[in-house]
């Protein structure tokens, strides 16, 4: 049986035949218009970024079937933990409000509360913003870890051996949606 996981999509992409593929991220402007403002990232160096994340994070104890609440400060960022928390066959979950809710007590009752809800192999994996540069350790987690642009640009990366294979314990689906329902 081929192995067909999230983490060997991202590699191939990155290391395939065909050009890099690109990820958009829109940044500002008016989204559908010529103003709009976009930042960008290939598929490689979000391979690159995911595998030093992957590298930290199981340098730092995550194990594969752990649950990963991933909060960065921006898109690129929650998209590099994300596929970190893959390579290592851990299960990630993001809080999309995160960068709202920097410098507060609400992300942490956010996580907290989400953490009560998946259980004690729970990670925090959070990105600080600039106005709240210390992360506060999430109560009941197994740890809470600080994402640095540092640690996925310079962090030590995952060797490819070490990519988590797929498992028939592993999850088969991921939905990855922005959660609005269209109604307005």
């Known amino acids: 049986m081929e192995n067909h996981t999230l983490g060997r999509f991202v590699r191939d992409t990155a290391n395939g035949s065909e050009p890099e593929g690109k990820l958009f991220f829109y940044r500002g402007g008016s989204a559908d218009s010529l103003d709009a403002s976009f930042d960008e990232l290939s598929s490689g160096a979000l391979f690159d970024r995911a595998r030093r994340c992957a590298g930290f994070l199981k340098a730092s104890g995550v194990t594969p079937g752990d649950y990963c609440l991933v909060a960065g400060a921006d898109n690129q960022t929650t998209l590099?933990?994300?596929?970190?928390?893959?390579?290592?066959?851990?299960?990630?979950?993001?809080?999309?409000?995160?960068?709202?809710?920097r410098g507060g007590d609400k992300l942490l009752a956010r996580l907290t509360d989400w953490r009560k809800r998946l259980?004690?192999?729970?990670?925090?994996?959070?990105?600080?913003?600039?106005?709240?540069?210390?992360?506060?350790?999430?109560?009941?987690?197994?740890?809470?870890?600080?994402?640095t642009g540092d640690l996925l640009t310079e962090g030590t990366p995952l060797t490819l051996d070490a990519i988590h294979p797929a498992g028939e314990d592993d999850i088969a689906f991921v939905q990855i949606t922005s959660g609005s329902t269209g109604a307005g």
């Open 80 to 101: 590099a933990v994300f596929f970190a928390a893959v390579l290592l066959g851990a299960y990630p979950a993001i809080q999309p409000e995160a960068p709202a809710m």
């Open 119 to 147: 259980g004690p192999n729970t990670w925090a994996l959070v990105e600080p913003g600039p106005d709240a540069p210390a992360v506060t350790p999430v109560p009941g987690a197994k740890g809470t870890l600080t994402i």
